[in-house]
């Protein structure tokens, strides 16, 4: 049948089984919004504040449900606006296609009005992008950026799209989706019987589990070979969910907020199994001290990984939910006795721990959170100490439940990702862990939470200063407070009121459960400002420069 781009469009989203699109408006995309309106009882268009909003909701409903996030924005400033969104989908290997208008074809490249050269500026923090000159491509190249968002190790693609192939007219055809291509072993049973000696022969092995076991689906597997061999497990900031957070064998985050035990374990083990995971800087600190006596396994699903940061001994580069189950079954049952005492002795000496009192802390508002929702809820985070008190003191037990901007570390992103969170799970309470500093930044996004009534809770942890920066100051800075001071009379629930959600003041201790619950029973948004200290703290760090076995602690 004959369909104008903008309805063939439409067609390739139920192609693809989108039922949610997050977006805004502008004259690129007026052929789209026509077209979109048109079928609006099949697909939910969620209009945000602002585009950046949009792509931190696309990105949020992704991570929370493993489909594919989309966005829509027009050109120029429309275009621009989505940039940040797609970088930090990027780093943290997120499923999102990003449309974008452009101007007609005739005028591209004469400075015409909102052309920006949006593919040219995604080039580096997308899968793939394009640019739609041609109705008779259109199709193809939709369906085309779906499957590559989603093979592979996943990450956003950006279709930018000519306004009058919007308009033009054409043959379309309907597709059934295709199956992604399930990612082979990628290694040869040689190969991995050769690895499994070296894990049944090691002494004082230490699993590290990234984000990648999560979006492999191998969460079971990873449980089964560390119980089958008696080998704690750490986990990475975009790993946290993937080893119950509760199960004996978890020694908690590594790194440079990592617990002692964790950082301790890496530092004396003879092999270091990396997983799912790349390496960052913030996991290795001082590399030339990192694991320094052990054999390192590497599995993971990207070749670009092995090698990058840090030099491999045993590199698998293949399926990681095939690896890890083939590990998992042949490996040997053992029990390390000795090594895993050394484990919880560490654990029982080297707790995280702060100051027990009636003083309201951060770290006691994120455990009241856990024990008030039964470690079920989804928590989103902006960027900073709330992110980090958010990892340390909430007992992830589920994998898609701490949903954070971890490799770009976008300050504004929690927000945006709770609504897409929220409209991925509508059965999930879904928390936003927030600093005073981050919620400015994409506050606007409340009015969105509020016109489709998504019972979103914000938490607030106010410190009046940005909190990690002024940290970094203060340790290593001789305490020179250049610009964290943030002193502004901003009133958090009158600001949730104006935009018709509720608001609470917390300022004591002993007023926190009551303005959870109270949020708990809520139907709307919830703003919850938690008044707390300046100076609290994330502790344990690791100096800049330092192993991770040398940490700060209080």
Same mark, same amino acid.
């Given at each position: 049948? #004959?369909l104008?781009g903008s309805?063939?469009f439409?067609q390739?989203l139920?192609?693809?089984g989108v039922?949610t699109?997050f977006?805004?408006?502008?004259?690129?995309?007026l052929?789209?919004y026509?077209?979109?309106? #048109?079928?609006r009882e099949e697909?939910?268009h969620i209009l945000?504040s $602002?585009e950046?909003?949009a792509?931190?909701a696309?990105?949020?409903?992704?991570?929370?449900t493993?489909?594919?996030?989309? !966005?829509?924005?027009?050109?120029?400033?429309?275009?621009t606006?989505l940039?940040t969104g797609?970088?930090t989908a990027?780093?943290?290997?997120?499923?999102m296609?990003? %449309?974008?208008g452009q101007?007609?074809?005739?005028?591209l490249?004469?400075?015409?009005?909102?052309?920006v050269?949006?593919?040219?500026?995604?080039?580096?923090i997308?899968?793939?992008?394009y640019i739609?000159?041609?109705?008779?491509?259109?199709?193809h190249?939709?369906?085309?950026?779906?499957?590559?968002?989603?093979?592979?190790?996943?990450?956003?693609?950006l279709?930018?799209i000519c306004k009058?192939?919007?308009?033009?007219v054409t043959e379309y055809?309907?597709e059934?989706a295709?199956?992604?291509q399930?990612?082979?072993?990628?290694?040869?049973?040689?190969e991995?019987d050769e690895?499994?000696?070296?894990?049944?022969?090691?002494q004082t092995?230490i699993?590290?589990?990234?984000g990648?076991?999560g979006?492999?689906?191998?969460c079971e597997e990873?449980?089964k070979l560390?119980?089958?061999?008696?080998i704690?497990?750490?986990?990475?900031?975009?790993?946290?969910?993937?080893f119950?957070g509760?199960?004996?064998? %978890?020694?908690?985050?590594v790194g440079m907020h990592?617990?002692?035990?964790?950082?301790?374990?890496?530092?004396?083990c003879d092999l270091?199994i990396?997983?799912?995971?790349?390496f960052?800087?913030?996991? =290795?600190?001082?590399?030339?001290r990192?694991?320094?006596?052990?054999?390192?396994?590497?599995?993971d699903?990207?070749p670009?990984?092995i090698?990058?940061n840090?030099?491999?001994h045993?590199?698998l580069v293949g399926n990681v939910?095939?690896?890890l189950?083939?590990?998992?079954?042949q490996?040997?049952?053992?029990?390390?006795?000795?090594?895993?005492?050394k484990?919880?002795q560490?654990?029982?000496?080297?707790?995280?721990?702060?100051k027990q009192?009636?003083v309201?802390?951060?770290? $006691?508002?994120m455990e009241?959170i856990y024990? =008030?929702?039964?470690g079920?809820a989804?928590i989103?985070?902006?960027v900073?100490?709330?992110?980090?008190?958010a990892a340390?003191?909430y007992?992830?037990?589920?994998?898609r439940t701490?949903i954070?901007?971890?490799?770009?570390?976008t300050m504004?992103?929690?927000?945006?990702?709770s609504i897409?969170?929220?409209?991925?799970k509508?059965?999930?309470k879904?928390?936003?862990?927030?600093?005073?500093?981050? %919620?400015r930044?994409? !506050?606007?996004e409340?009015?969105?939470a509020?016109?489709?009534?998504?019972p979103?809770?914000?938490?607030?942890l106010?410190? $009046?200063?940005?909190?990690?920066?002024?940290?970094?100051q203060?340790?290593?800075?001789?305490s020179?407070f250049?610009?964290?001071?943030?002193?502004r009379?901003?009133?958090?629930?009158?600001?949730?009121e104006?935009?018709g959600?509720?608001?609470?003041?917390?300022t004591q201790?002993d007023?926190?459960q009551t303005?959870?619950a109270k949020?708990l029973?809520?139907?709307?948004?919830v703003?919850?400002? !938690?008044?707390?200290?300046?100076d609290?703290k994330v502790?344990?760090?690791?100096?800049p420069g330092a192993p991770?076995?040398e940490l700060?602690e209080?």
């Open positions: 049948m #004959k104008t309805e063939i439409v390739c139920k192609e693809q039922d699109i977006g805004y408006p502008g004259g690129a995309v052929n789209i026509d077209a979109l309106s #048109k079928h697909i939910t945000t $602002h950046q909003g792509s931190h696309a990105d949020g409903y992704a991570r929370a493993g489909k594919v996030g989309v !966005c829509l924005a027009t050109s120029g400033p429309g275009a606006n940039v797609i970088a990027y780093m943290d290997s997120v499923p296609v990003a %449309f974008t101007v007609p074809t005739a005028l490249g004469k400075d015409s009005f909102q052309e050269d949006i593919t040219g500026i995604t080039m580096p997308t899968k793939h992008n739609v000159k041609d109705v008779n491509d259109f199709a190249i939709i369906r085309e950026a779906f499957r590559i968002a989603q093979e592979g190790r996943p990450g956003p693609v279709v930018d009058d192939v919007t308009a033009a055809t309907f059934q295709s199956p992604i399930e990612v082979p072993l990628g290694v040869d049973k040689h991995l690895v499994l000696k070296v894990i049944d022969g090691a092995p699993i590290l589990a990234g990648g076991i979006i492999a689906g191998a990873l449980v560390a119980e089958r061999s008696s704690p497990v750490t986990t990475t900031l975009m790993g946290l969910g993937v119950p509760t199960h004996p064998l %978890f020694t908690g985050l990592g617990a002692k035990t964790s950082n301790l374990a890496v530092s004396q270091f990396a997983i799912g995971a790349r960052s800087d913030r996991v =290795m600190s001082n590399v030339k990192f694991a320094p006596n052990a054999r390192i396994i590497h599995i699903i990207d670009a990984e090698g990058k840090i030099h491999v045993f590199p939910k095939k690896i189950s083939y590990l998992c079954k490996a040997e049952q053992q029990q390390r006795s000795e090594w895993i005492q484990i919880k560490w654990k029982a000496d080297y707790p995280l721990k702060y009192d009636n309201l802390r951060p770290q $006691h508002i009241t024990e =008030m929702t039964n079920e989804v989103t985070t902006e900073g100490q709330n992110q980090l008190w340390q003191y007992k992830y037990g589920y994998p701490y954070s901007s971890g490799g770009l570390g504004g992103y929690g927000l945006g990702a897409g969170a929220q409209i991925g509508p059965d999930k879904v928390f936003n862990i927030a600093g005073d500093g981050s %919620f930044m994409n !506050c606007n409340l009015a969105t509020v016109e489709y009534k998504l979103i809770i914000i938490v607030i106010n410190n $009046h200063v940005l909190g990690m920066v002024r940290q970094w203060d340790l290593f800075y001789d020179r250049s610009s964290t001071t943030i002193e009379s901003t009133d958090f629930v009158k600001l949730a104006a935009y959600a509720k608001g609470f003041n917390v201790k007023q926190l303005a959870i949020a029973a809520s139907d709307v948004p703003v919850i400002n !938690c008044e707390i200290d300046r609290e502790f344990p760090i690791v100096p991770i076995n700060i209080e």
